[in-house]
């Protein structure tokens, strides 16, 4: 994954690979993601989901999509830092 982000040239975007759409350590069980299509993204703000895209085309315009979701979900408290739980 490592090596995909810096091909990419990807920065402050967080890559995830999970064994099985049904595992339950990195609880990504609970997304609900079907396995037989060929890609979903789920977009995070502060560790809460904003948006799920399925079968996504890589087009310019569904980029444009998902900057506009991620634009309009950013407000002015964003660059503060995550609160410390115990």
Same mark, same amino acid.
């Given at each position: 994954?490592?090596? *995909?982000?810096?091909?990419?040239?990807?920065?402050? @975007?967080?890559?995830?690979?999970?064994?099985?759409?049904?595992? *339950?350590?990195?609880?990504? %069980?609970?997304?609900? @993601? %079907?396995?037989?299509?060929?890609?979903?993204?789920?977009?995070?703000?502060?560790?809460?989901? @904003?948006?799920?895209?399925? %079968?996504?085309?890589?087009?310019s315009a569904n980029f444009q999509l998902i900057s506009?979701?991620l634009d309009k979900t950013k407000s002015h408290y964003? %660059?503060?830092?995550?609160?410390?739980?115990?």
């Open positions: 994954m490592e090596n *995909i982000g810096k091909e990419l040239n990807l920065q402050q @975007i967080a890559l995830t690979y999970v064994p099985s759409m049904e595992d *339950i350590e990195s609880e990504v %069980n609970l997304n609900k @993601i %079907n396995p037989t299509v060929a890609n979903t993204f789920i977009l995070y703000r502060q560790r809460a989901i @904003i948006d799920k895209y399925i %079968n996504l085309k890589p087009t506009l979701r964003f %660059n503060l830092p995550v609160p410390q739980f115990e």
